[in-house]
């Protein structure tokens, strides 16, 4: 079975200020799920699923999802905040979202097999694909253990010139399994390094070459009845917060420590692109030009 991809759009609305506004960044005007979709097919994948909001539901399938139904199966799943277990119910007041791990949740009825996670408006690459997609597809060892995967991409292709980023940088085993994530809100490139300034007086100094998350996730199909058996217990403690979320990293890192699964990381030099600045897109543009100059990506994805 080919896995799937679920992309994470339901904030797509509220970041942009509307999905007019998704800013083309190709120069054919694609956008940059535009190429994570095509990297995502010619990759292996065999099905995308998008998770978006109701609020705008026909927008997305018009301007975006449409473009893609001629080339792979395309399926929608939506990201309610009254999307809840009994007997919880929204806190009064509450409209934030519940999370990364609550917008994956929402795939558990249109996803049977192994898939990846990614944002809908980061650029992963070619390569990072190919290798999720070959791992998701092969046998799993019958150890009684999830196999989970995360990409690990370098830091120094993931920082911006326009300011600090927050990364979650990875502690890795020697066996390449992920051991943990530490989450820096802070880090910028001060020369051959990479500091983490949450405190300014004391800079923490990170390699450049150290492995870091960017929420591109594989995983069986198995993960959504722990999804269902753990969002229970995390509401009970967090659900009364006004803005409290859930994470996917929560989850692995639950499942790693309770030995119930492992998570492999597997190492791209892909570069990653993100408009986390305005003055990140001309960047990111001419990023994309090169990798359509070098033959990577045909100037136009839906020719």
Same mark, same amino acid.
Not at 17 to 43: C, H, N, T, W
Not at 175 to 182: E, M, P, S
Not at 185 to 201: F, M, Q, S, W
């Given at each position: ?15 942009? @200020? ?11 005007? #694609? ?7 095509? !990297? /995502?097919?010619?990759?292996?994948? @065999? ?22 139904? %001629? ?12 999307? $809840? ?15 990364? &791990? ?10 049977? =097999? ?7 408006? !980061?650029?992963?690459? *070619? ?6 997609? /070959?791992? $998701? ?26 300011? %600090?980023? &927050? *990364? =979650?940088?990875? !502690?890795?085993?020697?066996? =390449?399994?992920?051991? =943990? ?9 001060? @020369? ?35 999804? #269902? ?44 692109? @993100? ?29």
């Amino acid at each position: 079975m080919k896995p799937t991809l679920v992309v994470l759009a339901a904030g797509m609305g509220s970041r942009y @200020g509307g999905l007019k506004q998704v800013d083309p960044v190709g120069p054919s005007g #694609e956008a940059i799920l535009d190429y994570s979709v095509f !990297d /995502a097919l010619r990759g292996g994948f @065999g099905k995308v699923v998008f998770v978006i909001r109701h609020d705008f539901e026909a927008e997305f399938k018009e301007k975006i999802g449409r473009k893609f139904e %001629s080339m792979i199966p395309v399926d929608y799943c939506y990201q309610d905040i009254a999307d $809840l277990p009994a007997p919880y119910t929204v806190p009064a007041g509450r409209t934030k979202p519940w999370g990364t &791990a609550h917008a994956t949740r929402a795939a558990r009825n249109v996803v049977d =097999g192994p898939f990846a996670v990614i944002n809908a408006d !980061d650029f992963y690459g *070619r390569d990072a694909f190919a290798k999720l997609a /070959a791992f $998701l597809s092969s046998a799993p060892a019958d150890d009684g253990k999830m196999h989970l995967a995360m990409v690990g991409f370098r830091l120094d292709l993931t920082l911006s010139e326009n300011g %600090s980023v &927050a *990364r =979650g940088i990875c !502690d890795i085993a020697p066996d =390449g399994k992920l051991r =943990g994530v530490t989450e820096m809100t802070k880090l910028v490139k001060v @020369g051959d390094i990479a500091e983490n300034r949450e405190d300014e007086a004391n800079p923490v100094k990170v390699p450049l070459d150290s492995r870091v998350s960017m929420n591109f996730w594989g995983f069986p199909a198995g993960l959504f009845a722990e999804l #269902e058996e753990r969002f229970p217990k995390w509401l009970a403690v967090n659900g009364s917060k006004e803005k409290s979320e859930w994470y996917i990293p929560f989850v692995v890192d639950e499942l790693v420590r309770e030995g119930k699964a492992d998570c492999c990381v597997l190492p791209t030099d892909s570069s990653w692109f @993100g408009v986390t600045y305005r003055d990140d897109k001309p960047r990111v543009m001419e990023s994309i030009r090169a990798l359509v100059d070098a033959g990577e990506y045909p100037s136009n994805l839906f020719a």
